[in-house]
């Protein structure tokens, strides 16, 4: 769903680049007390990001030669809150602009506010509702999360739709339906994957799992949880580099469906080449340039990637997280 260059108009990318920084900004500073709270989030956070580029690599076939992608914002959300999984996605979008020319700079805030804050912030009221009325354990956790992971790409779609029409791309009521109908199979696909993470965690660390989450098994201890989160963020690493680099190279050709749909609907041509703003991308289309082999240039790009949205991360998060100095010197101690 990432929105290339020239499929939105100037003014509606330069409005929401100001939504996104404004909301960015914002879940910064709700993050910073979370993060200082309970440190062991920091590499997490970290972590979950580099899963998500890892995982968006992979582009699963929904039928009708159109594939889909992992979102992963209401993963992240379920298991680190709204705000950082904003922060999280804007990371990853950020580093699949800039570096693998996936998704329009001049469309980045437009991406940020589609995927990291529609698709993120958004359905975290729906999950928390959820999560009230149904029982306690696990299965009401993951359900819960479930729902809210499809309704997100709902929302994210729609968004996308409204900004096509808005642009003069394509009508709303072509776009709308479109985008919707085609998004509503992928996001079954977002919440098996969904199921599938927060499941895993649950069963490994629940004491890590938020306190809403209502689990049974639930532990407790921070001490405990910041002297082994470690072995859960190298887990969760090499699932991640794993992905990258053995799934990535065998991921689905298809068009997703926002290529599909404006190939469909005609108006493709509006992302020509000459309206890409950012050309100096070093792995434009996950790949390394000097390696002749398609899949091994793929893995080996989306290896670069999901080591450098973790390293970016945590040293990025740490500085989110990091308490401000004291007065008369005191934090130089």
Not at 66 to 90: D, K, Y
Not at 251 to 264: C, H, I, R
Not at 289 to 311: D, N, P
């Given at each position: 769903?990432?929105?290339?260059d020239?499929?939105?108009?100037?003014?509606?990318?330069?409005?929401?680049?100001?939504?996104?920084?404004?909301?960015?900004?914002?879940a910064?500073?709700?993050?910073?007390?979370?993060?200082?709270?309970?440190?062991?989030?920091v590499?997490?956070?970290?972590t979950t990001?580099?899963?998500?580029?890892?995982?968006?690599m992979l582009?699963?076939?929904?039928?009708?030669?159109?594939?889909?992608?992992?979102l992963?914002?209401?993963?992240?959300?379920?298991?680190?809150?709204?705000?950082?999984?904003?922060?999280a996605?804007?990371?990853?979008l950020?580093?699949q602009?800039?570096?693998?020319g996936?998704?329009?700079?001049?469309?980045?805030?437009?991406?940020?506010?589609?995927?990291?804050?529609i698709?993120?912030?958004?359905?975290?009221?729906?999950?928390?509702?959820?999560?009230?009325?149904?029982?306690s354990?696990?299965?009401?956790y993951?359900?819960?999360?479930?729902?809210?992971?499809w309704?997100?790409v709902?929302?994210?779609?729609?968004a996308?739709?409204?900004e096509?029409?808005?642009?003069?791309?394509s009508?709303?009521?072509?776009a709308?339906p479109?985008m919707?109908?085609t998004h509503?199979v992928i996001g079954?696909?977002?919440a098996?994957?969904?199921?599938?993470?927060?499941?895993a965690?649950?069963?490994?660390?629940?004491?890590?799992?938020?306190?809403?989450?209502?689990?049974?098994?639930r532990?407790?201890?921070?001490?405990?949880?910041r002297r082994?989160?470690?072995?859960?963020?190298g887990?969760g690493?090499?699932?991640?580099?794993?992905?990258?680099?053995?799934?990535?190279?065998?991921a689905?050709?298809?068009?997703d469906?926002?290529?599909?749909?404006?190939?469909?609907k005609?108006?493709?041509?509006?992302?020509?080449?000459?309206?890409?703003?950012w050309?100096?991308?070093?792995?434009p289309d996950y790949?390394?340039?000097?390696?002749?082999t398609?899949?091994?240039?793929t893995?080996?790009?989306g290896?670069?990637?999901?080591?450098?949205?973790?390293?970016?991360?945590?040293?990025?998060?740490?500085?989110?997280?990091?308490?401000?100095?004291?007065?008369?010197?005191a934090g130089?101690?």
């Amino acid at each position: 769903m990432h929105v290339p260059d020239g499929f939105v108009s100037g003014p509606i990318n330069a409005t929401t680049a100001v939504v996104s920084a404004a909301t960015v900004g914002f879940a910064m500073w709700r993050a910073q007390r979370e993060l200082r709270e309970k440190e062991f989030r920091v590499p997490l956070l970290a972590t979950t990001a580099a899963f998500v580029f890892a995982a968006q690599m992979l582009n699963f076939p929904i039928g009708g030669g159109t594939s889909g992608h992992f979102l992963g914002a209401v993963t992240v959300a379920a298991l680190l809150g709204p705000w950082s999984a904003c922060l999280a996605l804007t990371l990853v979008l950020t580093i699949q602009g800039l570096l693998f020319g996936d998704g329009g700079i001049s469309a980045l805030g437009t991406n940020i506010l589609n995927m990291g804050i529609i698709g993120g912030i958004l359905p975290c009221l729906l999950m928390r509702g959820l999560r009230a009325l149904l029982p306690s354990g696990r299965g009401g956790y993951v359900t819960a999360a479930a729902v809210a992971s499809w309704v997100s790409v709902m929302l994210a779609s729609s968004a996308c739709a409204l900004e096509l029409a808005l642009s003069g791309t394509s009508p709303i009521a072509i776009a709308f339906p479109a985008m919707v109908g085609t998004h509503a199979v992928i996001g079954i696909g977002e919440a098996l994957i969904c199921v599938a993470v927060l499941t895993a965690v649950a069963a490994a660390r629940p004491d890590i799992v938020p306190s809403w989450a209502r689990l049974n098994e639930r532990e407790s201890g921070n001490r405990f949880a910041r002297r082994s989160v470690w072995a859960l963020v190298g887990a969760g690493l090499t699932v991640a580099i794993s992905l990258a680099i053995f799934g990535s190279p065998f991921a689905s050709s298809s068009p997703d469906g926002l290529e599909k749909v404006a190939a469909d609907k005609g108006f493709l041509q509006s992302s020509s080449a000459e309206k890409t703003v950012w050309t100096k991308a070093p792995f434009p289309d996950y790949q390394v340039g000097g390696i002749r082999t398609e899949k091994v240039s793929t893995g080996l790009a989306g290896l670069i990637g999901t080591v450098l949205v973790f390293g970016l991360g945590f040293a990025l998060i740490k500085v989110v997280a990091r308490p401000p100095a004291k007065a008369g010197g005191a934090g130089m101690k």
